[in-house]
T-cell receptor, first 115, second 112 residues
Framework: SAVISQKPSRDICQRGTSLTIQCQVDSQVTMMFWYRQQPGQSLTLIATANQGSEATYESGFVIDKFPISRPNLTFSTLTVSNMSPEDSSIYLC????????????FGPGTRLTVL | RKEVEQDPGPFNVPEGATVAFNCTYS??????FFWYRQDCRKEPKLLMSVYSSGNEDGRFTAQLNRASQYISLLIRDSKLSDSATYLCVVNMVSGGYNKLIFGAGTRLAVHP
């Protein structure tokens, strides 16, 4: 499977600021996704990052709060904008093989704490 | 009703025990199914994809019952290293896109 890296691995931020998280894959992939895992919870899909077009957001997530870029088939960014303590979470990117079976593989995650 | 429901756990078992996790899903149109393993403070890792006929990988056996919308994972001869949270995951097509729906996870603790 692809090797996926994320930067930063963790950060502590002040409320009202924004953080951009990078996801880099060592090979071209069709599908990239962004998830959030809040403390003690399971994973929730934020959006599907589409190469060359706008991301597709899940219910409860909006582009103004979580803008996503996908400039090519190996890279994506997620920005958490105007942060509040409720945004403290782990943010994970994943990649899929694009098949109908849709196995996904995850990056190591970014642990965000908002003060 | 949650889209994917799992036994809440935690399951505390001795080494060598056999343990089974159950999972139900609500959307009968779901097409593919997975078990992921997540260690503390780590990302989820794909443990097994679950095929219609059921499949086995060493000590791990996954089964699918589409009629009952039920998935199971059996771990035989538990090892200390099996201690982790096991996530039941279901793939759905929504709005023309594939997406994964995660269960809340079942925590397993294997003790000596």
């Amino acid at each position: 499977s692809a090797v996926i890296s994320q930067k930063p691995s963790r950060d502590i931020c002040q409320r009202g600021t924004s953080l951009t998280i990078q996801c880099q894959v060592d090979s071209q992939v069709t599908m990239m996704f962004w998830y959030r895992q809040q403390p003690g919870q399971s994973l929730t899909l934020i959006a599907t990052a589409n190469q060359g077009s706008e991301a597709t957001y899940e219910s409860g997530f909006v582009i103004d709060k979580f803008p996503i870029s996908r400039p090519n088939l190996t890279f994506s960014t997620l920005t958490v904008s105007n942060m509040s303590p409720e945004d403290s979470s782990i943010y994970l990117c994943s990649v899929g093989d694009g098949s109908s079976y849709n196995e996904q593989f995850f990056g190591p995650g970014t642990r965000l704490t908002v003060l | 009703r949650k889209e994917v429901e799992q036994d809440p756990g935690p399951f505390n078992v001795p080494e060598g025990a056999t343990v089974a996790f159950n999972c139900t899903y609500s959307n009968s149109a779901s097409q593919s199914f997975f078990w992921y393993r997540q260690d503390c403070r780590k990302e989820p890792k794909l443990l097994m994809s679950v095929y219609s006929s059921g499949n086995e990988d060493g000590r791990f056996t996954a089964q699918l019952n589409r009629a009952s919308q039920y998935i199971s994972l059996l771990i035989r001869d538990s090892k200390l290293s099996d201690s982790a949270t096991y996530l039941c995951v279901v793939n759905m097509v929504s709005g023309g896109y594939n997406k994964l729906i995660f269960g809340a996870g079942t925590r397993l603790a294997v003790h000596p």
